[in-house]
């Protein structure tokens, strides 16, 4: 028998390795869970603020920080009225309700804003939970975000006894009755995503922004029509700068967007575009490695251009979502300034 090739090095099975052992963790000592309220009062329409501050010489780890809510959805004749078990519910609310009952969320390092500041975190939050998770994560711990997909071709119909879309009027039973609902999950930022601690000194101020009740919530059935006669359209500065390493592209209903207790905001349509699928993702790297976290690939600036041309004439004004990703780099020096390569 000989080597297939002369640089290839011996190597032994893991079931006959009988004299290694793991290794012994010694750079944590300990860790424990710490609970921070909001610095501002809570009103309907006021951001909602946390500090952590920096003091001491604790780290942060970033992935595991959680967003908990206690919420009530109250009706228009006050706390006191309740709901039969065997009445339906009037209103119900979209799916992923934690993250959708925000559109924008800023995250600041010792006053310096370390996230893009844009209006569609509900849309963002949406599609990395349903593209990065398999269905039993779906159905066990992203339903304590009430994620509960909708089901298909009928995601803007009402309550009603006739709906078919179960999923809405599961989420409904939740709040009926002005039932108090505890939520909790993981933000959606890029802070939160990357495995690195937050060393200490360093302040974490965050600005939670509401979304529209009309947003997040459902109730009565209506039909409008706005315009007709769009076909194609061309986005020719869709970014402008440096270029993202995947984009990922949706449809939706423009008094969706804006918030309609009459629309699903997540319902993505294909609009004729082609038969099947509502998202299209597109993967920007040379050697179509944006899934892979094992390396970077050269930084490219320039513009992207979207085409879009439909099948049918359009009898919606929609609205073009874009899901960009790009490698940045943030770094913390020894003063505890922050510095960051993309601008805010």
Same mark, same amino acid.
């Given at each position: 028998?000989?080597?297939?090739?002369?640089?290839?090095?011996?190597?032994?099975? *893991?079931?006959?390795?009988?004299? #290694?052992?793991? &290794?012994?963790?010694? +750079?944590?000592? #300990?860790?424990?869970?710490?609970?921070?309220? &909001?610095?501002?009062?809570?009103?309907?329409?006021?951001?909602?603020?946390? !500090?952590?501050?920096?003091?001491?010489?604790?780290?942060?780890?970033?992935?595991?920080?959680?967003? *908990?809510?206690? @919420?009530?959805?109250?009706?228009?004749?006050?706390?006191?009225?309740?709901?039969?078990?065997?009445?339906?519910?009037?209103?119900?609310?979209?799916?992923?309700?934690?993250?959708?009952?925000?559109?924008?969320? /800023?995250?600041?390092?010792?006053?310096?804003?370390? +996230?893009? &500041?844009? %209006?569609?975190?509900?849309?963002?939050?949406?599609?990395?939970?349903?593209?990065?998770?398999?269905?039993?994560?779906?159905?066990?711990?992203?339903?304590?975000?009430?994620?509960?997909? /909708?089901?298909?071709?009928?995601?803007?119909?009402?309550?009603?006894?006739?709906? &078919?879309?179960?999923?809405?009027?599961?989420?409904?039973?939740?709040?009926?009755?002005?039932?108090?609902?505890?939520?909790?999950?993981?933000?959606?930022? /890029?802070?939160?995503?990357?495995?690195?601690?937050?060393?200490?000194? !360093?302040?974490?101020?965050?600005?939670?922004?509401?979304?529209?009740? #009309?947003?997040?919530?459902?109730?009565?059935?209506?039909? #409008?029509?706005?315009?007709?006669?769009?076909?194609?359209?061309?986005?020719?500065?869709?970014?402008?700068?440096?270029?993202?390493?995947? @984009?990922?592209?949706?449809?939706?209903?423009?008094?969706?967007?804006?918030?309609?207790?009459?629309?699903?905001?997540?319902?993505?349509? %294909?609009?004729?575009?082609?038969?099947?699928?509502?998202?299209?993702?597109?993967?920007?790297?040379? /050697?179509? +490695?944006? %899934?892979?976290?094992?390396?970077?690939?050269?930084?490219?600036?320039?513009?992207?251009?979207?085409?879009?041309?439909?099948?049918?004439?359009?009898?919606?004004?929609?609205?073009?979502?874009?899901?960009?990703?790009?490698?940045?780099?943030?770094?913390?020096? *020894?003063?505890?300034?922050?510095?960051?390569?993309? +601008?805010?």
């Amino acid at each position: 028998m000989s080597f297939l090739h002369t640089h290839s090095s011996e190597c032994i099975k *893991s079931e006959l390795d009988f004299f #290694s052992l793991p &290794p012994t963790q010694t +750079s944590i000592e #300990s860790s424990q869970w710490i609970y921070y309220k &909001p610095v501002t009062s809570l009103t309907d329409d006021s951001p909602i603020e946390f !500090v952590i501050p920096g003091h001491g010489e604790d780290y942060l780890d970033l992935t595991h920080t959680m967003l *908990s809510l206690r @919420i009530r959805v109250e009706s228009e004749r006050g706390e006191s009225t309740s709901v039969a078990a065997t009445d339906v519910a009037k209103a119900g609310p979209v799916n992923h309700l934690l993250h959708s009952m925000f559109n924008q969320i /800023d995250v600041y390092f010792n006053q310096k804003l370390v +996230s893009q &500041p844009n %209006n569609a975190y509900a849309y963002r939050a949406y599609i990395e939970a349903l593209l990065n998770y398999a269905s039993p994560a779906k159905t066990s711990h992203l339903t304590s975000c009430l994620w509960d997909a /909708d089901i298909p071709v009928y995601m803007d119909d009402m309550l009603d006894s006739s709906n &078919p879309n179960t999923a809405l009027e599961r989420r409904a039973k939740y709040i009926q009755g002005n039932r108090a609902l505890d939520l909790v999950g993981h933000l959606h930022c /890029d802070v939160f995503n990357q495995d690195k601690f937050l060393i200490n000194g !360093v302040e974490v101020r965050m600005r939670l922004v509401r979304s529209k009740d #009309s947003f997040c919530l459902m109730e009565t059935r209506t039909m #409008s029509k706005i315009h007709a006669d769009v076909v194609g359209e061309s986005i020719d500065n869709a970014i402008l700068g440096q270029l993202p390493k995947r @984009i990922i592209v949706g449809f939706v209903d423009n008094k969706a967007f804006n918030g309609d207790r009459k629309l699903n905001p997540f319902n993505f349509k %294909n609009y004729k575009i082609f038969v099947d699928g509502t998202l299209f993702a597109f993967d920007l790297t040379p /050697d179509l +490695s944006a %899934n892979c976290a094992g390396h970077w690939n050269l930084v490219k600036h320039g513009s992207l251009r979207l085409e879009v041309r439909f099948e049918k004439a359009l009898s919606v004004t929609i609205n073009c979502t874009i899901y960009a990703e790009f490698d940045n780099v943030l770094k913390i020096d *020894s003063s505890r300034q922050v510095i960051v390569d993309f +601008s805010g």
